[in-house]
């Protein structure tokens, strides 16, 4: 496989008799976003402190930039970013201190070290801040910072372990455009979430993870297509019209009327397709030949929501009942 | 990517990746100077932590002074001043463990811990930013120990001697604090989860008077109590071996050889179970 990126094989990982990881596997090739989604107890942490070198695994392999994190765990961490669920900065000391002292401990010059705080501090829009202690740091602020840390000698492979969450959706937004800037710059970054919209929005590939094994895997457009279609959204002009309108649609796409929905009240049409955008088409010319008019017509792709439930059962973003939480930093307060 | 700009950056990550010793120097020297940078940050810390100590001072020196008698023409001041900073310190050192509680909580030590750094950088760091906290406290009190009457009877080699010791008394007993703040985590837990076992081993020992001055009951316990020896050896170098063996009937020498086999099983015992605990994670 490919010799940067991340291979991960057959991961496991037990806390006691708990299993948080049943052989995972996947692979982020260099340049890619990839997001683990999942809810809280899937084992994202897990797998995140694993690669990272944090903790060590039960079983399986694992390599980053091509070194192994059991046995050149010290390359590892020489390769890697990581910005945790917690904002992993020092409150004493400023924003720029912070900055500095990472890069010198990942052995950048001070000179240097130097230089990239400042330039990291202004793209992420902290220099007016930089010399103030990060105490008085809003939460966002601090995120902004700990990803800057984070890329101060620009890692071969960023791990982002649920980089917004706790956040304000205002402060998310900005976060995520920082995430997007990256993604465009072709690093490369493994980045899990509990929140649909955030892999949506960032990845480029989405590993599905629940109860510590992979469930699905693919872009977000595959694994919506892996629920089921889209769904074609029509309101007829005349509500009269709509059972005409459905009766036609249901010939053009070769399915029985029993699978179309009709809603004679709002005039509205649900038609379950298939061939995506063409279907769009095709059904416009179809009314247009019949004469029907058409008040609004839209093509509707399931949600990531959607395909969460229907992979597991239960939406991601609900904390299941039946799984403990893994407590890999037993004692914790979790904020 | 070609596999020139790879080669390129392997060989990058393989140079952030080697240890030398004086990278490992430089480690521990950018982890304690950070340390430093927060102790300096707030200087409550070192205030509050110096006038606690100082009130005691007060209290044993005038109120106690006056009404006991330790025999040996040595003044009760002069015999329990050396003690008094030997407890200071201890307590003093309890904030070592605190400190690493919340740089647990914060994710700071994933941070370092997730760094190309020697692994024994964080907590080498932390006994070094601390020995020099320690020593900066121990000037004070002993400053503020001869301001209110408290004299050396040794010598000025004997009053360095006896800082030394009480500095060094001081890091084994970070060592322990640092092991329970990574076991306990809790930074509001590891106050009274170092200060209850230490305590009472304070009281039990020589510090308020000689051993053969204690309850019967308790002289084993004092016998056998490394706090004695840290304050006997203390005590030795501050009054002279004739005092201490005049008032407390051991010898200097004896003194001291039991505190640095303590010591050493202290620091190693301690040292031991707290990298075992920071590599764990």
């Known amino acids: 496989m490919s010799e940067s990126g991340v291979v991960v094989d057959g991961l496991v990982k037990r806390f006691g008799s708990f299993v948080a990881l049943h052989g995972v596997s996947f692979v982020v090739p260099e340049g890619m976003v990839v997001g683990l989604l999942g809810p809280n107890g899937a084992g994202k942490t897990t797998a995140i402190r694993i690669l990272s070198t944090l903790l060590a695994p039960d079983g399986g392999r694992a390599s980053v ?123 490369t970054i493994v980045l899990t979430t509990q929140y649909m919209e955030e892999a949506d929005q960032l990845a480029e590939q989405i590993s599905v993870i629940d109860g510590g094994r992979i469930i699905a895997e693919g872009t977000a457009d595959q694994l919506k297509t892996k629920v089921g279609g889209d769904v074609l959204d029509l309101r007829v002009h005349e509500r009269a019209e709509a059972s005409a309108a459905a009766a036609l649609l249901a010939d053009t796409f070769g399915i029985s009327t029993a699978e179309v929905t009709i809603d004679d009240e709002l005039g509205s049409v649900l038609i379950p397709v298939t061939a995506g955008a063409s279907a769009l088409v095709d059904a416009v010319r179809a009314l247009d030949g019949a004469g029907l008019r058409v008040a609004d017509l839209g093509l509707r792709r399931p949600s990531l929501d959607d395909v969460f439930l229907s992979l597991t059962g239960h939406l991601a973003e609900e904390p299941r009942p039946d799984a403990p939480e893994p407590r890999p930093r037993r004692g914790r307060p979790r904020i | 990517m070609s596999t020139v700009a790879a080669d390129a950056r392997h060989t990058i990550i393989e140079q952030r990746a080697a240890l030398s010793p004086r990278r490992v120097v430089g480690d521990i020297a950018l982890v304690a100077g950070r340390n430093l940078r927060k102790v300096q940050r707030s200087p409550g810390l070192i205030v509050f932590s110096t006038i606690q100590p100082l009130m005691q001072l007060v209290l044993f020196v005038f109120i106690f002074g006056s009404i006991a008698s330790i025999g040996g023409g040595i003044a009760y001041r002069d015999f329990v001043v050396p003690a008094v900073l030997v407890q200071s310190i201890a307590f003093a050192a309890m904030g070592s463990g605190v400190g690493i509680a919340y740089d647990l909580q914060s994710g700071m030590i994933d941070r370092f811990r997730s760094l190309p750094i020697a692994r024994s950088a964080f907590l080498v760091g932390r006994t070094v930013s601390d020995s020099l906290r320690l020593g900066l406290q121990s000037l004070l009190l002993v400053a503020a120990s001869l301001v209110i009457g408290f004299r050396f009877h040794n010598g000025l080699a004997g009053a360095v001697g006896m800082i030394v010791v009480v500095v060094l008394f001081g890091i084994a007993l970070t060592t322990f604090s640092a092991f329970v703040g990574l076991a306990v985590k809790d930074p509001e837990t590891v106050q009274p989860a170092v200060f209850i076992p230490v305590l009472p081993l304070v009281f039990t020992s020589s510090a308020f008077a000689p051993v053969s001055k204690l309850p019967g009951w308790m002289q084993p316990i004092a016998k056998i109590n490394p706090i004695t020896y840290a304050i006997d050896t203390a005590r030795g170098l501050a009054l002279g071996p004739g005092v201490l063996y005049k008032v407390s009937g051991i010898h200097l020498s004896t003194a001291f050889a039991i505190f640095a086999v303590y010591w050493v099983l202290i620091v190693g015992v301690f040292t031991a179970l707290a990298v075992h605990r920071y590599r764990v994670g």
């Open chain 1, 65 to 187: 930039a091509g070194y192994d994190v059991v046995t050149q765990p010290q390359q590892v961490r020489a390769a890697i970013g990581l910005t945790g669920q917690f904002a992993a900065v020092d409150e004493d000391l400023t924003g720029r201190e912070n900055l500095v002292l990472v890069g010198r401990l990942t052995r950048l010059s001070k000179e240097f070290a130097q230089e990239r705080a400042a330039e990291l501090l202004d793209a992420f829009d902290l220099s007016d801040a930089a010399d103030r202690v990060v105490r008085g740091y809003s939460g966002g602020m601090r995120r902004r910072l700990d990803l800057a840390a984070s890329l101060i000698a620009s890692p071969a492979v960023l791990f982002l372990d649920e980089p917004t969450t706790g956040l304000d959706p205002r402060s998310r937004l900005r976060l995520w455009e920082v995430i997007g800037r990256l993604r465009d710059e072709g690093k």
